[in-house]
């Protein structure tokens, strides 16, 4: 294994585009996303090319995020007759893919915001409240008004909670001022972000970039809003004004190891970035621009000029406290289903998908893109009596970016084995491809998806 080593610090990316860029370009920016957002990386819906299943099945989807919609779309098309419901209060649609692009200046935060009801099937029910508990042995829900769906079948991609509690003295009101950023959640949090990195790429001093213990979405934004951060010091000619401190939680940068060989030595090697391993953040004091760290020699409280804050992150507390719950310990809280049928473990109408569910990896778009095929798939099998065939492989992808105009296109499967889509990108090497698709492309596949068309 080789990786490339950018012997160009300092520079900053061209504007001119090269004949290779104009040639990768000229391809449909859909159609050339479609493999790096994961197309055959698990079994396609089959009712997309066959006769719709004819049912009178009473299907509800909590959920309107990525997972839900797609599932709306998929199923709507799937099924002929069915009543499908999706219950979820969220009118406004983030592009979450694209907030780490926002909180490092690269895009505007109006281009990451939609509005689901563009996405929303024709024919599907769609309730706009929130659902506070599962009943699952009497086939309800049961929303914030108190009111109870039944149901024949349930999808759960109600997606995740961040844990900003678990921080003491933080709280999201805090991000873009005394020096705190967060690049999660909304379009918001990263606009007030990419105010407080401008601040500290003018001023210099201290970063700390933090990530917590467990799962959590999009594993690589931490890395992706560190490293953008030091290459806006190299361009801003201020690098040298500024220490710049990782603080990991476990002993990996990344769950990938041909991708944490590379970021273990590639951080401190080429970038200065001081790794601290085995630090969880439990507490910070805004005024006084002070964080606190557990670690096994006990707390430890350091300075900053700047932090990124990543808040641990768990299922929805109407999963956490209901029977829908796994127990197994590696994903304690999350929702329990088979990881390769989607389907819960213990009722075997319940289905889920998005970063809700508890597998070993993919809380990703690109792993939302795997998944839904593959519980729309055996949903509608499960509902035709036919045996269930399709299964997700663990396909997640991350794209990279360790500049502004590189990065690496990290696909990956269960196995933790590179999978990668595109023969002519070498996966062990930057590359200005990554970022093109990042920049221009996978925006356009993920709305696909939503439509169910990918």
């Known amino acids: 294994m080789k990786f490339f080593r950018n012997s160009s610090k300092g520079t900053s990316l061209s504007a001119d585009v090269s004949p290779g860029r104009r040639s990768f370009l000229s391809y449909s920016a859909t159609g050339a996303a479609l493999a790096a957002s994961g197309l055959g990386a698990s079994t396609l819906l089959s009712s997309n090319t066959a006769r719709a299943?004819?049912?009178?099945?009473?299907?509800?989807i909590v959920g309107a995020g990525a997972a839900g919609i797609s599932l709306a779309a998929r199923l709507s098309r799937g099924l002929d007759g069915a009543r499908i419901t999706i219950i979820d209060s969220r009118e406004v649609h983030y592009y979450q893919p694209g907030l780490t692009l926002v909180a490092t200046g690269a895009w505007e935060p109006a281009r990451v915001i939609d509005q689901n009801s563009r996405y929303m099937p024709?024919?599907?029910?769609?309730?706009?409240e929130t659902v506070v508990e599962f009943d699952p042995d009497n086939n309800r829900v049961y929303t914030e008004s108190g009111r109870g769906v039944d149901y024949d079948y349930l999808l759960v991609a109600n997606g995740l909670r961040l844990d900003f509690d678990a921080i003491d003295g933080m709280d999201p009101s805090l991000i873009g001022s005394n020096g705190i950023g967060c690049v999660y959640d909304n379009p918001d949090h990263a606009g007030r972000t990419w105010q407080a990195i401008q601040r500290f790429i003018d001023s210099g001093g201290t970063g700390l970039f933090t990530r917590p213990p467990g799962a959590i979405k999009c594993a690589g934004a931490p890395l992706k809003v560190t490293m953008l951060t030091e290459h806006g010091l190299r361009q801003a000619g201020s690098r040298g004004n500024a220490d710049i401190q990782y603080f990991e939680?476990?002993?990996?940068?990344?769950?990938?190891?041909?991708?944490?060989?590379?970021?273990?030595?590639?951080?401190p090697e080429d970038r200065d970035i001081a790794i601290n391993w085995e630090h969880r953040l439990v507490g910070i004091d805004p005024g006084r621009r002070e964080a606190t760290f557990a670690?096994?020699?006990?707390?430890?409280?350091?300075?900053?000029?700047?932090?990124?804050?990543?808040?641990?992150?768990?299922?929805p507390d109407s999963v956490r406290n209901s029977a829908l719950a796994s127990d197994e310990a590696a994903f304690a809280g999350w929702l329990a289903v088979d990881r390769h049928t989607m389907q819960h473990t213990r009722y075997p109408n319940v289905f889920g998908a998005g970063d809700v569910v508890g597998t070993p990896i993919g809380k990703t778009a690109a792993s939302v893109k795997a998944q839904v095929p593959v519980?729309?798939?055996?949903?509608?099998?499960?509902?035709?009596?036919?045996?269930?065939?399709?299964?997700?492989?663990g396909y997640t992808s991350c794209p990279l970016i360790t500049e502004r105009g590189r990065g690496i296109l990290v696909e990956f499967d269960y196995e933790l084995k590179m999978?990668?889509?595109?023969?002519?990108?070498?996966?062990?090497?930057?590359?200005?491809?990554?970022?093109?698709?990042?920049?221009?492309?996978?925006?356009?596949a993920y709305n696909a998806m939503l439509r169910g068309r990918i």
């Open 249 to 267: 939680s476990s002993q990996a940068l990344f769950s990938q190891p041909d991708m944490n060989v590379f970021l273990k030595e590639h951080f």
């Open 375 to 393: 519980a729309t798939e055996n949903l509608i099998s499960l509902i035709a009596g036919r045996g269930m065939r399709a299964s997700y492989d």
């Open 53 to 60: 299943v004819s049912t009178r099945a009473n299907i509800v």
């Open 295 to 315: 670690t096994s020699d006990g707390e430890r409280t350091l300075d900053y000029d700047f932090i990124h804050v990543v808040p641990p992150m768990t299922a």
């Open 122 to 128: 024709s024919g599907v029910n769609w309730i706009k």
């Open 419 to 444: 999978v990668p889509s595109f023969g002519f990108i070498n996966p062990y090497e930057e590359h200005w491809v990554p970022w093109v698709m990042k920049d221009r492309m996978l925006h356009a």
